[in-house]
């Protein structure tokens, strides 16, 4: 069973930045993927951003040159790094991780741009 704990959500104003963070409780192999995930209101999860070793990571259209993710296996994390903030971008962010062939998401974390 692998838990996985989001930080960094917040209220931010339009343009401006957020980071978010994702600590794992196991170690996730570098070749198993890390995501970010977000729902908004009345609408269906949708992939923000994926990463794993040996590819280019994944990303939104939306979302492609304003965020980007990394991942620190050593610290057992991923991070999100959000800039450009839109209001569109309002949502619950959840980090998601295989392990063992076996999906796991976090608790989420809101962000909210208001303009």
């Known amino acids: 069973q692998v838990h996985l704990v989001e930080s960094g959500g917040g209220l931010v104003q339009a343009g401006g930045s957020l980071l978010l963070s994702c600590e794992a409780s196991e170690t996730i192999l570098s070749s198993d993927p890390m995501a970010w995930y977000r729902q908004a209101p009345g609408k269906q999860r949708e992939l923000v951003a994926r990463?794993?070793?040996?590819?280019?990571?994944d990303y939104a259209n939306s979302v492609f040159g304003r965020f980007t993710i990394s991942r620190d296996n050593a610290k057992k994390s991923v991070y999100l790094q959000m800039n450009r903030l839109k209001p569109e971008d309002t949502a619950v962010y959840y980090c998601?991780?295989?392990?063992?062939?076996?999906?796991?998401w976090g608790q989420g974390t809101q962000v909210t741009v208001y303009s």
């Open positions: 990463i794993r070793s040996g590819r280019d990571p």
């Open positions: 998601n991780a295989r392990d063992s062939g076996i999906y796991y």
